[in-house]
Every structure is written in C-alpha cells, then in structure tokens.
C-alpha cells in the first residue's frame, strides 16, 4: 500500500516544485523591467579647472562654505565682462570678477559655482568642492539647492554664443543635475527665500530646471542672445544624461526651498545682507 501511495504523493512535490520555480522565474523576469523603468539618467564629470587657477593667492579670509542636500536646479548667467580674451587670459577675468564682489561688494567668495570662458574650459568658482552641493550667492531667492554656472563674457543681443562654451554648459549642466536624477528639460518647484527675487519669500515658483538668471530675478541676464540658446542647452544636456530627444518630464515633484533662515548662502562680513547683492541684477 506504502508503495502504491509513491507515485501521487512524487506527483504532488513535483507540481509544488514546478510553481515554485514558474514563481521565481516571474520573479527573476520582472526585476530587470523594474530595473529599467528606475533607470538612473546621469552624465560624467567633465573636467573642471580648481579655483586655485585663478585666485593666485587672492583668497580672502571667508567663513566655512554652506551645503544644501542635493542640487535640482541650476541657473545660467553671464559675468557682464569683456568677450574679447583671450583664453589663457581667462584665470584673470575670473579673479577680477572675484575681486569685484569681494572687495567691492564685501562678499565672502565668488556669487558663481562654476565659471565657463569662450573655449570651453571650465572653472570652479565658489569653494567648497565641486562635487558637492555648495549653497551659492547667483540668484537671490534661489541659491539654495541649485548651482550658478557663469558664462565670461556679456551675451546681449546679437553677441554669438560660442559653440565650446555651450556644449560645456551643457555638459556642466547634465553631470550636475544628474547627480539628484533630474531631467534637464523638467520644471521643478522652488521656494523662494528673499523678496527680492521675482516671488515674495516662502512662494513656492515653478522653474525650469536648466534656467537663466531672470527666471527668477529682475535682471537682463544672461543676456537675450544666452537665453535664447537656453532650449538647445536643455536638450543637449538631457541626450547627455542619456534621456530620449523628446521625451521631457513635465515636472519634478520635489520641492526644493530655504534649508534655513537666512539667503543664499553670502555669508558676508558681518552682515550677510543679500539685499546687498548687487550682482543679482546683473551677473
């Protein structure tokens, strides 16, 4: 009777095993789509010249540099300096944009995260580590949790944009971005921390992720023929990440504001005072 029994109850354990690997092969199937669909868009670092290049021993005494969580929006501005450089004579340029906010305008450091000149070469402008989210002074109401890329020069109407600076504004832009996963053609929402800005402090502003200065300030900058070319700049960027050309994400959900009381991380002598901050308006 006990071996007549075998046959079924072998039956039974094998109908258990065949579900079981029809389950694990489901299972083993569905994590490479689940993989895709949370597939990380990101570009690599190009590269980017230390601020040690151009403050040539011009460092001023200046508090420890403040640090946002991430980075999930960047703003493109032009310096209001001369075109006519050459670019060797970029480190120059820079360090008298430098010196003209700190002496000047008593700033602590460079308003700019990043400085780009005509051939492409990039700079690293406020200090603090260029992988690392470092609170700026570029666009008052909104330097925190977004980068200021610079461009050296003035890019009014009818100034060409130069080809090398823009494809390295763009590969600025993609890697930067990347690093929280957002879509350079995306809008997110920002909230304002001063007044000052386009938005009264504490508005929640929905802006485009890649945006001009005057996104998000009365100012001119970076000049008409810069931020005609900001469309362009986006796309690039996103191929950059490895996104399809075309396919945008609407809007990035995150809301990214003030992480403290006071504005845009210019620490300032004493002060602190972004009401100030003159190249707001300007660069």
């Given at each position: 009777?006990?071996?007549?029994?075998?046959?079924?109850?072998?039956?039974?354990?094998?109908?258990?095993?065949c579900a079981y690997g029809v389950e694990r092969a489901?299972?083993?199937?569905?994590?490479?789509?689940?993989?895709?669909?949370?597939?990380?868009?990101?570009?690599?670092?190009?590269?980017?010249?230390?601020?040690?290049?151009?403050?040539?021993?011009?460092?001023?005494?200046?508090?420890?540099?403040?640090?946002?969580?991430?980075?999930?929006?960047?703003?493109?501005?032009?310096?209001?300096?001369?075109?006519?450089?050459?670019?060797?004579?970029?480190?120059?340029?820079?360090?008298?944009?430098?010196?003209?906010?700190?002496?000047?305008?008593?700033?602590d450091d460079i308003g700019y995260n990043f400085v780009?000149?005509?051939?492409?070469?990039?700079?690293?402008?406020?200090?603090?580590?260029?992988?690392?989210?470092?609170?700026?002074?570029?666009?008052?109401?909104?330097?925190?949790?977004?980068?200021?890329?610079?461009?050296?020069?003035?890019?009014?109407?009818?100034?060409?944009?130069?080809?090398?600076?823009?494809?390295?504004?763009?590969?600025?832009?993609?890697?930067?971005?990347?690093?929280?996963?957002?879509?350079?053609?995306?809008?997110?929402?920002?909230?304002?921390?001063?007044?000052?800005?386009?938005?009264?402090?504490?508005?929640?502003?929905?802006?485009?992720?890649?945006?001009?200065?005057?996104?998000?300030?009365?100012?001119?900058?970076?000049?008409?023929?810069?931020?005609?070319?900001?469309?362009?700049?986006?796309?690039?960027?996103?191929?950059?990440?490895?996104?399809?050309?075309?396919?945008?994400?609407?809007?990035?959900?995150?809301?990214?504001?003030?992480?403290?009381?006071?504005?845009?991380?210019?620490?300032?002598?004493?002060?602190?005072?972004?009401?100030?901050?003159?190249?707001?308006?300007?660069?």
């Open positions: 009777m006990l071996l007549g029994c075998l046959p079924g109850i072998a039956a039974a354990v094998a109908l258990v095993l489901a299972e083993s199937s569905a994590a490479p789509a689940a993989t895709r669909e949370a597939a990380v868009y990101t570009a690599p670092k190009p590269p980017i010249v230390s601020r040690a290049a151009w403050t040539a021993g011009a460092d001023h005494d200046q508090p420890p540099p403040r640090y946002d969580d991430e980075v999930v929006a960047v703003f493109i501005h032009h310096t209001d300096s001369p075109n006519d450089y050459d670019c060797a004579e970029a480190p120059a340029n820079i360090r008298s944009v430098y010196e003209g906010q700190t002496t000047g305008r008593d700033w780009v000149d005509r051939c492409g070469t990039i700079y690293e402008g406020r200090a603090g580590g260029t992988d690392r989210p470092v609170t700026g002074a570029h666009t008052q109401g909104f330097n925190h949790r977004s980068a200021g890329i610079a461009a050296l020069g003035t890019f009014t109407a009818g100034v060409p944009v130069p080809p090398a600076m823009e494809r390295a504004i763009a590969e600025l832009a993609a890697w930067k971005l990347g690093l929280s996963g957002t879509d350079p053609r995306s809008d997110v929402r920002l909230v304002s921390s001063n007044g000052a800005s386009r938005y009264a402090a504490g508005t929640t502003a929905m802006l485009p992720a890649l945006a001009g200065h005057s996104d998000g300030y009365m100012t001119s900058c970076p000049g008409a023929a810069l931020q005609a070319r900001l469309p362009a700049i986006r796309q690039r960027a996103a191929e950059l990440q490895g996104r399809r050309p075309g396919a945008r994400q609407q809007e990035d959900s995150r809301i990214a504001g003030s992480s403290g009381g006071r504005d845009e991380g210019q620490h300032g002598k004493q002060h602190g005072n972004q009401g100030r901050n003159r190249s707001q308006s300007r660069g």
